[in-house]
Every structure is written in C-alpha cells, then in structure tokens.
C-alpha cells in the first residue's frame, strides 16, 4: 500500500523487546504514527567490504540508482515504487560514461547489451583509476535493451507518432510477446600482481514481457501521453503506469525495470570476496 509521507527512521524489530544479545546500534526506536521507515541494508560480506569506500554506478538512471541504494529515491523519478526491492548502497557515486555508445545494432541484442555495458565499465574504470579521490572498489555498469520476437533493438521513440506505433507493434505482433535484455559488469582492482590489475566479471538476462492484446488504441494514446516512456527503449516503464500494458511477465521483473539485482549481488561477490586471479600469479604468491 503506498504511503506518501517522506520522513524516515530505522525499521522497528521484530519484537518490542530486544533480546540482551541483540546490539544496540541494531535495537530501533519505537515508531512513530505516519513515519515511512526504510529497510536496514543487506547485511553481506561483500556489500560490508565496499561500504565507505568509492562505489561508481556507471548508468544515470534513477532506477538502477533506486535498486542499489537504500533512500526514498522514488522522489527522483516522481513515482513511489515502494515495491523495488533496495540493496543499501546509500554512498553510489553517479559516473556515467561520456564515451558516445556505437555498437552495431545489427548484432543479436544479447551481443549487442553486453558490449554496450562492457563498453560503459571500462571507459568509467579507465577514467577514474587515477581519480584524485582514489581508485574505484567497484564500478558497476549496465544496459538494458528492448526488442522483438525478430531479434529488432528497438530504440527509444523519435516522436509521439513512433511512440504509438511502437506500442501498437509490441501488442499486435507475436501474440504481444517481446523481450528485454540486460547486460550487468562490474569491475574491481585485484590486490594482487594479476594481469590486467582488475576483476571483470560480466552476466546477461532475459526476460519475456507479454503486452495485453485487448489494450486499445485509446489507452496506448493515453499512456503515450503521459510521457512516462518517451526516454525508454520499447517506449515503456513497467514499474509505473506503463504497467497497464503488461499482462505477465516470464522471467525477473527488475531486469525489466533495468538491473537484476540478484544476478548484480552474484557478481559484486564474485569481484570483492572471490576475484578471479590468473594461476601463474596465484603460484608466484
């Protein structure tokens, strides 16, 4: 249920008494009536071992952002997705890549969102590793594509008239199945003499989105109009209004949104607590 207020606090335990055991600086202080309070952070090793050191997300996009960090960043967006789930990276410093993205759009769109996102890490990591505010623990990049059941990227609409067009094709065309890729990267330095001096580690994911073929004309206008999808691939945003579109999903609905967070934890696992280290270093050390 959604709940406007703004206002903050820790969320309370799960008792009113917390067991002598519990630490204090984990004990919440009782609720106060009409305050929103924000979920405490994953407590993970991984996610532990980077908090308070530089961690760059390589995408200026408000719902990447939302889903790493934990804070009411539904505000940057102007809709109120208590609903995504936040990781609680609050410290994410907001580095998009400057480098123009020219992959060929020919390639299948598996290929093509993986080199786009591979693209973003390295030019940011490259960029920044000589930062006077020292080198990145982690930089995280990714992209996230639409297309149809042909293998076509779609890009974002050129103007309403495409918009409509675009919504009208995903609706009508293989029964309203289409699908959305998208690619995720982080990037790490290795503390070790390893080879290039950083773990890389790469994943893509695919989810099938149905669009409700008894949507009318009348409502693809309308929600076109509503301007929520003119700055996204595909023309919609399924976290908010664009929803009305969506009859079901197959697959997992933040990758949708434009990061899978379970694939993105997976892999800043695997460059902070488990990088892969060449075995000819391994033996010299």
């Given at each position: 249920?959604?709940?406007?207020?703004?206002?903050?606090?820790?969320?309370?335990?799960?008792?009113?008494?917390?067991?002598?055991?519990?630490?204090a600086?984990?004990?919440?202080?009782?609720?106060?009536?009409?305050?929103?309070?924000?979920?405490?952070?994953?407590?993970?090793?991984?996610?532990?071992?980077?908090?308070?050191?530089?961690?760059?997300?390589a995408?200026?996009?408000?719902?990447?952002?939302?889903?790493?960090?934990?804070?009411?960043?539904?505000?940057?967006?102007?809709?109120?997705?208590?609903?995504?789930?936040?990781?609680?990276?609050?410290?994410?410093?907001?580095?998009?890549?400057?480098?123009?993205?020219?992959?060929?759009?020919?390639?299948?769109?598996?290929?093509?969102v993986?080199?786009?996102?591979?693209?973003?890490?390295?030019?940011?990591?490259?960029?920044?590793?000589?930062?006077?505010?020292?080198?990145?623990?982690?930089?995280?990049?990714?992209?996230?594509?639409?297309?149809?059941?042909?293998?076509?990227?779609?890009e974002?609409?050129?103007?309403?008239?495409?918009?409509?067009?675009?919504?009208?094709?995903?609706?009508?065309?293989?029964g309203?199945?289409?699908?959305?890729?998208?690619?995720?990267?982080?990037?790490?330095?290795?503390?070790?003499?390893?080879?290039?001096?950083?773990a890389?580690?790469?994943?893509?994911?695919?989810?099938?989105?149905?669009?409700?073929?008894?949507?009318?004309?009348?409502?693809?206008?309308?929600?076109?109009?509503?301007?929520?999808?003119?700055?996204?691939?595909?023309?919609?945003?399924?976290?908010?209004?664009?929803?009305?579109?969506?009859?079901?999903?197959?697959?997992?609905?933040?990758?949708?949104?434009?990061?899978?967070?379970?694939?993105?934890?997976?892999?800043?696992?695997?460059?902070?607590?488990?990088?892969?280290?060449?075995?000819?270093?391994?033996?010299?050390?």
């Amino acid at each position: 249920m959604a709940d406007h207020k703004t206002s903050l606090e820790p969320p309370p335990a799960y008792t009113d008494e917390p067991p002598a055991a519990q630490s204090a600086t984990n004990a919440a202080p009782p609720p106060r009536q009409g305050v929103v309070r924000a979920p405490l952070p994953l407590n993970l090793p991984a996610l532990n071992m980077i908090r308070g050191k530089r961690v760059i997300l390589a995408s200026a996009s408000p719902r990447r952002r939302q889903l790493l960090a934990q804070s009411d960043d539904s505000k940057l967006s102007g809709t109120n997705d208590s609903h995504l789930e936040q990781v609680g990276l609050n410290e994410l410093e907001i580095i998009p890549s400057t480098e123009p993205e020219n992959q060929d759009k020919a390639l299948p769109p598996f290929e093509y969102v993986l080199a786009t996102a591979e693209q973003k890490a390295r030019n940011v990591y490259a960029a920044q590793i000589d930062s006077p505010q020292g080198e990145p623990a982690l930089v995280i990049a990714a992209d996230t594509v639409v297309s149809t059941h042909m293998g076509q990227i779609l890009e974002k609409p050129r103007s309403e008239r495409d918009h409509i067009a675009t919504l009208k094709m995903l609706r009508d065309q293989n029964g309203g199945w289409h699908k959305v890729y998208t690619a995720v990267v982080c990037m790490a330095p290795l503390d070790s003499l390893a080879d290039p001096g950083y773990a890389f580690e790469t994943h893509v994911e695919e989810t099938a989105v149905k669009f409700d073929q008894s949507v009318t004309d009348d409502l693809i206008v309308s929600y076109v109009r509503t301007r929520e999808g003119a700055d996204k691939a595909g023309g919609y945003g399924i976290q908010g209004v664009g929803s009305i579109l969506v009859e079901k999903i197959d697959g997992t609905f933040d990758n949708v949104v434009g990061l899978p967070l379970r694939a993105t934890l997976q892999l800043i696992e695997k460059v902070i607590v488990e990088p892969d280290v060449p075995d000819e270093v391994e033996e010299a050390l």
